[in-house]
């Protein structure tokens, strides 16, 4: 029998793109950042995020790239989109993300709200460039191993568990996560 212990990535793309359409004002042109093609963290994100796009019809997905992951290809995307010309009133990054910050700057924009990751750069930048930057970060719970120990422990000990535990992303924000914010950056 298989049991599985993962991350919920359906909401973690739905409540990242619901604190993001909040703090925009439920109006104005998104950028989607995509994973990888194909793989289910991406699907499901992917999933979530037009969850969260059906309530509000204001938003306007203005481009939809793939970014691989790749925190280079991450930001040299952003940079083309800004200075395409297109106007960009939120990002919504699926965790390559401390470039696109860095993307604004080099093209001289201003910044707008932005959703990340957890990552260590992102969570440095949020915290440094508060209030200048609105961005959330989405965590995808590093706490995934033990849980999956811990199922395997009450397993062995011939208790009984679900077939599939899903752990769910919290989303940080400046100031009201200041703390968490901290504490898991090192």
Same mark, same amino acid.
Do not use: C
């Given at each position: 029998?298989?049991?599985?212990? *993962? ?22 042109? !998104?950028?989607?950042?995509?994973? %990888? $093609? ?10 979530? &995020? ?21 925190? $280079? ?7 083309? %989109? ?21 993307? &604004? ?8 709200? %932005? ?6 750069? &992102? =969570? ?8 200048? =930057? ?8 590093? *706490?995934?191993?033990?849980?999956? $120990?811990? !199922?395997? %422990?009450?397993? =062995? ?30």
């Amino acid at each position: 029998q298989a049991y599985n212990v *993962t991350n919920d990535q359906v909401a973690y793309g739905r409540l990242g793109a619901e604190w993001l359409f909040k703090k925009m004002g439920g109006k104005g042109n !998104v950028v989607e950042m995509r994973g %990888i $093609a194909g793989v289910p963290a991406d699907t499901d994100r992917h999933t979530g &995020f037009q969850q969260a796009l059906k309530k509000y019809p204001n938003i306007k997905v203005v481009k939809s790239v793939f970014m691989n992951w790749d925190f $280079a290809t991450s930001g040299k995307q952003m940079l083309d %989109i800004l200075n395409s010309g297109t106007q960009v009133d939120g990002v919504w990054n699926s965790g390559a993300d401390y470039t696109v910050i860095r993307a &604004f700057k080099t093209a001289g924009k201003p910044l707008v709200p %932005i959703v990340g990751a957890d990552n260590n750069e &992102f =969570l440095h930048q949020m915290i440094a460039q508060y209030p200048k =930057l609105q961005a959330a970060a989405v965590t995808n719970p590093a *706490t995934i191993g033990g849980a999956g $120990a811990a !199922v395997a %422990i009450k397993l =062995l000990q011939g208790k009984q568990v679900p077939k599939w535990v899903k752990l769910t992303p919290l989303v940080w924000s400046m100031p009201k996560d200041k703390k968490s914010i901290q504490a898991n950056y090192s």
